[in-house]
Nanobody
Framework: QVQLVESGGGLVQAGGSLRLSCVASGFSFSDYAMGWFRQAPGKEREFVGSITWSGFTYYADSVKGRFTISRDNAKNTVYLQMNSLISEDTAVYYC?????????????????WGQGTQVTVSS
């Protein structure tokens, strides 16, 4: 059974930091690219960033320089380090897995999804 379980969300003041984790099980994690998406109330789900199986990363312009994605294939875990948070970062954050070699910015190209974790940034 495939599972992606996010954790690490919470309430943080603007300018603060959070680190999200996503633990995967039920599939060959090291063969998959991983992505992070977010969805704010009333908005569509949007791409945050992704990491290929070998560690190449891609980011949305809105988070570039503030967010960092990493992965530990031995622990079947992908991380999203979020620094210099702003109120616009408030959303439910989802991790997802895709078989695309270079990952993807398109949610529909991801095969597996987690349940999401809430991040709230207070100004």
């Amino acid at each position: 059974q495939v599972q992606l379980v996010e954790s690490g969300g919470g309430l943080v003041q603007a300018g603060g930091s959070l680190r999200l984790s996503c633990v995967a099980s039920g599939f060959s994690f090291s063969d998959y690219a991983m992505g992070w998406f977010r969805q704010a109330p009333g908005k569509e789900r949007e791409f945050v960033g992704s990491i290929t199986w070998s560690g190449f990363t891609y980011y949305a312009d809105s988070v570039k320089g503030r967010f960092t994605i990493s992965r530990d294939n031995a622990k079947n875990t992908v991380y999203l380090q979020m620094n210099s948070l702003i109120s616009e970062d408030t959303a439910v954050y989802y991790c997802a897995a895709t078989g695309k070699i270079r990952s993807s910015r398109i949610a529909g190209e991801y095969d597996y999804w987690g349940q999401g974790t809430q991040v709230t940034v207070s100004s």
